[in-house]
T-cell receptor, first 115, second 108 residues
Framework: GAVVSQHPSRVICKSGTSVKIECRSL??????MFWYRQFPKKSLMLMAT?????????EQGVEKDKFLINHASLTLSTLTVTSAHPEDSSFYIC???????????FGPGTRLTVT | GQSLEQPSEVTAVEGAIVQINCTYQ??????LSWYQQHDGGAPTFLSY????GLEETGRFSSFLSRSDSYGYLLLQELQMKDSASYFC?????????FGAGTILRVKS
């Protein structure tokens, strides 16, 4: 149990376009989902925390108008990178937790390349 | 501020024991977790310590000393497949704050 999927796994887009990444908990209801960004050989940086039905809480320095997060159901959260630029190229990973659990279950990540 | 420190790289041979240390300074603390991440893959949960002491799960053990703001991950009987990055992470409320990660290289 506790499987999290992400789609797409890889995406290449042109500068100025928007990209949507989906994160799904496949076999459990995720009370909270998290979005991280990871640069090569670096740590995971938390971008935002989202709870179903409410607005996401963004970490300091993360532009909420650029990284739109929607958590429409207990099994789906989406991250939309708007007007993408080459510096947005990165590995984006989501994770999800169950109610009253400390453990985060991570998705396989999405490699975004903006040309 | 929040900071976690762990060594950037560790190299060991197959069959050996290796310890990866983690010290932390965070505004909140509910526990210390360890995650493993292979190149290009997702982090996977290894262990969690909320209280002082040693937690053992198979070849992996994790230790926490809250008074020293210190913990470690102990890997025994190292195998080649253990080559990966290992992250300590402090649980602060419902968030995880990750360390920079330790690259473990296992040699034959």
């Amino acid at each position: 149990g506790a499987v999290v999927s992400q789609h797409p796994s890889r995406v290449i887009c042109k500068s100025g376009t928007s990209v949507k990444i989906e994160c799904r908990s496949l076999d459990f209801q995720a009370t909270t989902m998290f979005w991280y960004r990871q640069f090569p050989k670096k740590s995971l940086m938390l971008m935002a925390t989202s709870n179903e039905g409410s607005k996401a809480t963004y970490e300091q320095g993360v532009e909420k108008d650029k990284f739109l997060i929607n958590h429409a159901s207990l099994t789906l959260s989406t991250l939309t990178v708007t007007s993408a630029h080459p510096e947005d190229s990165s590995f984006y990973i989501c994770s999800a937790t169950r109610e009253s659990s400390y453990e985060q279950y991570f998705g396989p990540g999405t490699r975004l390349t903006v040309t | 501020g929040q900071s976690l420190e762990q060594p950037s790289e560790v190299t060991a041979v197959e069959g050996a024991i290796v310890q990866i240390n983690c010290t932390y300074q965070t505004s909140g603390f509910y526990g210390l977790s360890w995650y493993q991440q292979h190149d290009g893959g997702a982090p996977t949960f290894l262990s969690y310590n909320a209280l002082d002491g040693l937690e053992e799960t198979g070849r992996f053990s994790s230790f926490l000393s809250r008074s020293d703001s210190y913990g470690y991950l102990l890997l025994q009987e190292l195998q080649m497949k253990d080559s990966a990055s290992y992250f300590c992470a402090v649980i602060d409320g419902n968030k995880l704050v990750f360390g920079a990660g330790t690259i473990l290289r296992v040699k034959s």
